[in-house]
């Protein structure tokens, strides 16, 4: 294995597999790979059954419920990779949510508590996480989240989502600039529309997926797997000067009007 691109020896974290057509699951299997050794996440009991198998396949180390709007949970998590790892090199932030009517509807019209509610769970959590993982970050780091077009980009289907995403990204560059001098390297990607549960909230999702795949220079739909490669090249040597970037892994579609 190329020694830039081997991940042999790091400590990740993973949050956000649902299932196995999760961003946050092809970015586990290549990092897996790649020689990580991972923490992964599920968010209740509920969600467990699911992702329990995914996390068998990617060979996690350690599997942990992680529900960031239970702030004891996500202290659990950062408390037993201290006590388990002693370190961590990476994290990989893949959850978002917006109440479905808040989703649905104008930005105007957004209530009040959808709003918060996305903003904690969507951009806040992966601040919060951060902070957490400063202090296990010992010899540097990177941090990954996930972002989308809509963040630039009026999409009248994806409403307050674009907002809050927007925000996220934000604060990925406040992040990189304030975590740089302990070299945590801080990342949003934006990946083009992959069918995924939480895209499924989203209304006429197929007709962004099919508009960006006839629209996007190179003609091709982003797989989970290509989302991983990048996030993994900028977890690896490959990435070590680079920071607070919004890389797009969407085929070219962000360039086009």
Avoid at 79 to 105: M, R, V, Y
């Amino acid at each position: 294995m190329n020694k830039y691109f081997d991940l042999t020896g790091l400590n990740g974290l993973v949050v956000g597999i649902a299932d196995a057509n999760s961003i946050a699951f092809g970015c586990a299997k290549i990092a897996s790979e790649l020689g990580a050794k991972l923490c992964v996440t599920y968010l209740n009991d509920k969600a467990k059954i699911h992702t329990e198998p995914l996390a068998k396949i990617v060979k996690a180390d350690l599997f942990l419920p992680c529900n960031v709007e239970e702030e004891n949970q996500v202290d659990g998590v950062f408390d037993t990779i201290k006590n388990k790892w002693g370190k961590l090199d990476f994290l990989i932030h893949a959850i978002a949510f917006a109440p479905k009517s808040d989703l649905q509807g104008r930005m105007v019209d957004s209530s009040l508590a959808g709003f918060t509610q996305s903003m904690n769970i969507s951009c806040h959590s992966f601040a919060r996480m951060g902070k957490l993982a400063e202090p296990l970050m010992k010899d540097g780091g990177t941090l990954i989240t996930m972002s989308y077009l809509g963040a630039e980009r009026v999409i009248p289907s994806y409403g307050m989502m674009g907002v809050v995403k927007a925000a996220l990204e934000a604060t990925t560059s406040y992040m990189a600039s304030e975590l740089g001098p302990k070299n945590i390297r801080v990342h949003t990607i934006s990946p083009g529309p992959i069918m995924t549960r939480a895209a499924s909230g989203i209304s006429n999702f197929s007709k962004l997926v099919d508009d960006a795949n006839s629209k996007a220079p190179l003609k091709k739909p982003v797989t989970i797997e290509d989302v991983g490669l990048v996030a993994c090249s900028l977890i690896s040597q490959a990435g070590r000067c680079m920071t607070g970037n919004v890389t797009y892994v969407d085929s070219g579609y962000h360039i086009m009007g």
